[in-house]
């Protein structure tokens, strides 16, 4: 028995003709026109999600600056205090500092 050869999907043709259709490839076009308009609705479809898309990215570049401008005031604070004056200063034993009281 012979298995039947695989079907190869139909490319366009480069010479306006009309080839068959792709399953989910959108409308069928069959004059220039309604080319011409297909293309510019699919042009206007991409820019507005492209411009959609553009402006989610930036949105959340403009959350994570802001998280990030918090994040350095809270170690900016958490310096200052370890810092200020009143506070003792950390307590740390050097190998120097236990030998000198021998």
């Known amino acids: 028995m012979s298995s039947p050869a ?6 366009p043709a480069l010479n306006g003709s009309k080839a ?14 309604e080319l011409t308009a ?38 900016q604070d958490i310096i200052s205090d370890d810092l200020s004056p009143g506070s003792p200063p950390p307590v740390t034993q050097s190998m120097s500092g236990r030998k000198s009281g021998v």
Do not use: N, W, Y
């Open 6 to 11: 695989p079907t190869k999907p139909v490319k």
């Open 20 to 33: 068959e259709p792709k399953k989910g490839s959108g409308p069928d076009v069959s004059s220039p026109h």
């Open 38 to 75: 297909f293309v510019e609705t699919l042009l206007s479809q991409l820019d507005d999600k492209f411009e959609s898309m553009s402006g989610q990215i930036l949105e959340r570049m403009d959350q994570m600056s802001a998280r990030v401008d918090a994040l350095e005031a809270s170690i």
